[in-house]
């Protein structure tokens, strides 16, 4: 027997809970993709994608995934010989920098301290040390999925300016974009990117790039590496195919057209403070499972990856177990009570004492886009169950501690 015959609830760090009105708005016959309706909403779209991003520059929109926006970004602001710095907080940080290796690029990179963000002290220091001012471009994440990092871009961003290099910032916003506050401009970043299936709640498969001036500017009588990938065209485009390098993704654009305007209605800024909220019941409730008091009073091995609140993300929360206790808990939620939980991943990290983590002695939650009081405290209360159910230690009162974090809103 388990208790699963219900709906089964997504806790996992992207793809993220999809709006029925999403689903909805993508249930329709094919469109013209030449003129009409599709060809205004998609220019509608990319306004509300810059009026999110706080960017005056240009939103770039590609058919593929988070990765996709990655190599997007490299490819247009970099060319195979030239220099990245790159800084990792996380399996995603180190990810975009190897894809960096693999096009050619000479990649530094420079590692955060296990659980901690970036030092924009030793950005700077690296920087400075450029006397030749070969690095083209820094690349960092905004919220790492894997580790649950936040970095402070306004003090990277400061880093640069003070080293007085003119390398270009380019930051990656897949985890966090439509969960956290982010203003392109105002920060001086130069690309943003990200992708629909996380705070955009839209199913997987359109990636975004905003190119600001200084990025566009950087390579403009360059040679293309790819014809695909290269943003010119696309920014220059007077028709949809064209827009797309071929046919659109019809279908994804409507689901995000909805999306879009389910956040709009809500207002950014509101959103943004659910998302602080449901984050702050997270931790609540960690904070109180990580005390010994229940199980047998034995020492509970429950932490949050990150100690420093400033330096959480918004959009997921990674938690460290014993070993083995990670995998038996996601495996129990699954099966007996319909949460799927978030794995543990290697968090590519090599900076600090520990070396990545063990994947069955790490779980996630996410907590972005279409969520709300019951969905979340529904997630900690299956966890709460499951913590018993698998005997693991962990201290009382979880659920009495989220609910007092949220019981304070509105």
Same mark, same amino acid.
């Given at each position: 027997?388990?208790?699963?015959?219900?709906?089964?609830?997504?806790?996992?760090?992207?793809?993220?809970?999809?709006?029925?009105?999403?689903?909805?708005?993508?249930? $329709? /016959?094919? /469109? +013209?993709?030449?003129?009409?309706?599709?060809?205004?909403?998609?220019? @509608?779209?990319? +306004?509300?994608?810059?009026?999110?991003?706080?960017?005056?520059?240009?939103?770039?929109?590609?058919?593929? =995934?988070?990765?996709?926006?990655?190599?997007?970004?490299?490819?247009?602001?970099?060319?195979?010989?030239?220099?990245?710095?790159?800084?990792?907080? *996380?399996?995603?940080?180190?990810?975009?920098?190897?894809?960096?290796?693999?096009?050619?690029? =000479?990649?530094?990179?420079?590692?955060?301290?296990? *659980?901690? %963000? &970036?030092?924009?002290?030793?950005?700077?220091?690296?920087?400075?040390? +450029?006397? !030749?001012?070969?690095? $083209?471009?820094?690349?960092?994440?905004?919220?790492?999925?894997?580790?649950?990092?936040?970095?402070?871009?306004?003090?990277?961003?400061?880093?640069?300016?003070?080293?007085?290099?003119? %390398?270009?910032?380019?930051?990656?916003? &897949?985890?966090?974009?439509?969960?956290?506050?982010? =203003?392109?401009?105002?920060?001086?970043?130069?690309?943003?990117?990200?992708?629909?299936?996380? *705070?955009?709640?839209?199913?997987?498969?359109?990636?975004?790039?905003?190119?600001?001036?200084? %990025?566009?500017?950087? !390579?403009?009588?360059?040679? /293309? $590496?790819?014809?695909?990938?290269?943003?010119?065209?696309?920014?220059?485009?007077? @028709?949809?195919?064209?827009?797309?390098?071929?046919?659109?993704?019809?279908?994804?654009?409507?689901?995000?057209?909805?999306?879009?305007?389910?956040? #709009?209605?809500?207002?950014?800024?509101?959103?943004?403070?659910?998302?602080?909220?449901?984050?702050?019941?997270?931790?609540?409730?960690?904070?109180?499972?990580?005390?010994? *008091?229940?199980?047998?009073?034995?020492?509970?091995?429950?932490?949050?990856?990150?100690?420093?609140?400033?330096? $959480?993300?918004?959009?997921?929360?990674?938690?460290?177990?014993?070993?083995?206790?990670?995998?038996?808990?996601?495996?129990?939620?699954?099966?007996?009570?319909?949460?799927?939980?978030?794995?543990?991943?290697?968090?590519?990290?090599?900076?600090?004492?520990?070396?990545?983590?063990?994947? +069955?002695?790490? #779980?996630?939650?996410?907590?972005?886009?279409?969520? =709300?009081?019951?969905?979340?405290?529904?997630?900690?209360?299956? &966890?709460?169950?499951?913590?018993?159910?698998?005997? &693991?230690?962990?201290?009382?009162?979880?659920?009495?501690?989220?609910?007092?974090?949220?019981?304070?809103?509105?």
């Amino acid at each position: 027997m388990s208790l699963t015959h219900g709906r089964d609830h997504l806790a996992i760090p992207g793809p993220s809970v999809i709006p029925s009105r999403v689903l909805q708005a993508m249930q $329709r /016959p094919a /469109p +013209d993709i030449y003129a009409g309706e599709l060809v205004e909403l998609t220019d @509608t779209i990319l +306004d509300q994608l810059n009026a999110l991003a706080g960017c005056s520059g240009d939103a770039v929109l590609y058919i593929g =995934n988070g990765h996709a926006a990655w190599e997007a970004a490299l490819v247009n602001t970099l060319a195979p010989g030239e220099h990245l710095l790159a800084l990792s907080s *996380g399996r995603f940080g180190r990810g975009w920098a190897e894809m960096g290796t693999a096009l050619g690029i =000479n990649v530094q990179v420079i590692d955060a301290e296990h *659980g901690q %963000a &970036i030092n924009a002290e030793q950005v700077a220091a690296t920087l400075k040390a +450029d006397t !030749r001012q070969q690095i $083209r471009a820094v690349s960092t994440v905004q919220s790492d999925t894997s580790s649950s990092v936040r970095n402070d871009i306004a003090a990277i961003r400061a880093s640069i300016d003070s080293s007085g290099h003119p %390398a270009l910032l380019l930051v990656d916003g &897949i985890c966090s974009f439509g969960c956290e506050p982010f =203003n392109m401009d105002s920060l001086g970043v130069d690309v943003y990117i990200s992708a629909c299936q996380k *705070g955009l709640m839209t199913p997987p498969g359109l990636a975004i790039v905003f190119v600001g001036e200084r %990025a566009r500017l950087a !390579r403009q009588d360059a040679s /293309p $590496r790819s014809a695909y990938w290269d943003w010119r065209p696309r920014i220059a485009a007077s @028709t949809l195919p064209e827009r797309f390098a071929g046919t659109p993704p019809t279908h994804h654009l409507f689901g995000l057209k909805e999306a879009l305007d389910l956040l #709009f209605t809500e207002t950014p800024e509101a959103v943004w403070t659910r998302h602080e909220q449901l984050a702050g019941m997270v931790w609540a409730a960690l904070d109180a499972w990580g005390q010994s *008091g229940e199980q047998g009073c034995l020492e509970s091995s429950l932490s949050l990856h990150v100690a420093d609140v400033d330096q $959480r993300s918004r959009a997921v929360t990674a938690i460290h177990t014993a070993p083995g206790d990670g995998a038996r808990l996601r495996q129990w939620c699954k099966e007996q009570a319909g949460v799927t939980l978030g794995i543990g991943m290697d968090l590519g990290i090599s900076a600090g004492t520990v070396v990545g983590s063990s994947t +069955d002695a790490m #779980f996630r939650i996410g907590h972005m886009g279409h969520l =709300n009081l019951p969905m979340l405290m529904g997630t900690l209360s299956s &966890i709460d169950a499951g913590l018993k159910a698998c005997n &693991i230690p962990h201290g009382g009162g979880a659920l009495e501690a989220a609910s007092t974090v949220c019981s304070g809103y509105g």
